[in-house]
Nanobody, 128 residues
Framework: VQLVESGGGLVQAGGSLSLSCAFS????????MGWFRQDPGKEREFVSA????????YYADSVKGRFTISRDNAKNTVYLQMNRLKPEDTAVYYC??????????????????????WGQGTQVTVSS
């Protein structure tokens, strides 16, 4: 499995960015997908996750109401729309894939150890 993120960049506080993660190598619809972020010297932090068919989504409290995760199984891509960005959203953003049989999300989605595959990350910088 290969995951390739794109869409990061520099934006002013209050602005928006849209991240994409292209999946290849296996059947995309067999994987639930997650977005995480990491600042240097800090632990990788859960941001959002989406179920295999896109019917269920989950967000960290810090981004709820501002970020939206979605997926297009026909295009093998997962997205993260980020609005009303804050300086504290600055980090490297990673997408991750976890093979599951069920369509539900489950509590383990917040744990980065759950995921089997990771992208290389894309930098998001929010200036104040």
């Amino acid at each position: 499995v290969q995951l390739v993120e794109s869409g990061g960049g520099l934006v002013q506080a209050g602005g928006s960015l849209s991240l994409s993660c292209a999946f290849s190598g296996r059947t995309f619809s067999s994987y639930r997908m997650g977005w995480f972020r990491q600042d240097p010297g800090k632990e990788r932090e859960f941001v959002s996750a989406i179920s295999r068919n896109g019917g269920l989504t989950y967000y960290a409290d810090s981004v709820k109401g501002r970020f939206t995760i979605s997926r297009d199984n026909a295009k093998n891509t997962v997205y993260l729309q980020m609005n009303r960005l804050k300086p504290e959203d600055t980090a490297v953003y990673y997408c991750a894939a976890d093979w599951v049989a069920q369509l539900t999300l489950g509590p383990s989605i917040r744990d980065y150890h759950t995921y089997d595959y990771w992208g290389q990350g894309t930098q998001v910088t929010v200036s104040s």
